[in-house]
């Protein structure tokens, strides 16, 4: 890059055991790159903060490689591409990739970098048109497979996934009920995502409040969040009811190994079908899920909250606020306002 801008980062420099905090990160700077043939070099704007980006702190294979040590914090983020190498792309372009906690990062065009059409929020591609708005979609449509009327229920309803997933759920004609943490979210999730219901299961007793509120049963469970929150919805299954196992948020900061939920038998006897899943399977059929999403955006049905934070030193503290619970919708901070201008332009 001309004129050498300093490119801040962020790195692991120790891999957390139980709950991860700043003191795991360092700053850093360097030179900002250049690209290279088929690179572009992108200045992030948007960083994504999401709740798996803990369990790659872990040493341990998962369906991504751990995040080294040493290494600039791998992240999703939304940038301008400052100068393109690859066809395809050009000084301007919104974009978005892996570009990770720093101001500028050079990425292979071809591996994962989606140009962003300039017509929309560019927000809206990391919550809902993003992955946890394709989350939500197949995660609930496919796994969960609702029929209208049936009662649904989802956790962690206030963060950026389970946003969507109630809104989806509202929009297929299903009675939802939301669980996350606190009366305030509790009302937002009935108020702005249109939840029938809420229980804050930080101060009611989860068991009995599904019981008064799904007094015939769960047909559909969503989890977010595993732990004590999967078992109580087990307990409270109706037969042949569906679990879509998204994420255990609740176990990530764990020093040690997570007991299982204690009534799995409960599966058995009401024929209930628990699956897991990952958004990225779906990847041939984002484009249809995005169509349906629009729709329903553009018919104001589906809205995207974000939860915008600011400061590049804040990004570690910002990370926190994921496990903490401080975040309504989808966490992403700012790094910098667009558009930026283009060099040579
Ligand atoms: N399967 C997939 O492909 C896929 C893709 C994306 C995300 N996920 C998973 O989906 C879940 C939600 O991710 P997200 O990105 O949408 O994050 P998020 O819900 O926006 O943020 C996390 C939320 O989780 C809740 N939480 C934190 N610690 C908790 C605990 N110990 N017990 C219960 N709830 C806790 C907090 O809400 P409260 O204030 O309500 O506690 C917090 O706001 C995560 O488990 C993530 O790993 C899976």
């Not at 301008?80 to 690859?86: D, G, N, P, T």
């Not at 989860?206 to 929150?229: C, H, K, M, Q, W």
Request: glycine share 12%.
């Amino acid at each position: 890059m001309s004129g050498q801008a300093t490119n801040r980062q962020w790195r692991l420099i120790e891999r957390p055991i139980g709950m991860v905090g700043v003191q795991h990160f360092a700053y850093r700077e360097e030179p900002a790159p250049s690209a290279a043939d088929g690179e572009v070099l992108v200045r992030t704007l948007y960083v994504s903060f999401d709740p798996a980006m803990r369990a790659f702190l872990h040493d341990r294979p998962s369906y991504v490689p751990p995040q080294p040590v040493g290494e600039v914090m791998r992240a999703g983020a939304i940038g301008q591409v400052l100068e393109s190498k690859a066809s395809g792309f050009a000084a301007g372009d919104l974009v978005m990739g892996g570009f990770g906690w720093q101001d500028y990062a050079v990425a292979n065009a071809s591996a994962g970098v989606m140009k962003l059409p300039p017509s929309r929020p560019m927000t809206d591609y990391m919550s809902v048109l993003g992955g946890t708005g394709l989350t939500a979609y197949f995660g609930l449509l496919d796994v969960g497979r609702p029929k209208a009327g049936e009662t649904v229920v989802i956790s962690g309803a206030a963060g950026a996934t389970g946003s969507s997933a109630v809104q989806i759920s509202r929009i297929v004609g299903c009675r939802t009920i939301a669980i996350a943490g606190g009366e305030a979210k509790c009302r937002w999730t009935v108020e702005a995502l249109g939840a029938d219901a809420a229980i804050d299961y930080k101060h009611e007793n989860l068991s009995a409040r599904l019981g008064e509120l799904a007094p015939d049963g769960i047909d559909v469970y969503f989890d977010n969040v595993g732990g004590a929150t999967l078992e109580a919805c087990i307990g409270r299954m109706r037969m042949h009811g569906r679990i879509a196992l998204c994420g255990m948020i609740s176990t990530y900061n764990d020093a040690t190994p997570t007991p299982g939920p204690s009534n799995l038998f409960e599966l058995i006897t009401r024929r209930v079908r628990m699956e897991g899943f990952l958004a990225g399977d779906y990847v041939p059929r984002f484009a249809e899920a995005r169509r349906a999403i629009e729709g329903w955006i553009d018919g104001g049905q589906l809205k995207s909250f974000v939860d915008v934070q600011e400061g590049f030193e804040n990004i570690p503290k910002t990370f926190m606020r994921i496990f903490s619970g401080a975040n309504v919708g989808k966490q992403t901070l700012k790094i910098a306002d667009p558009p930026l201008p283009v060099p040579g332009q």
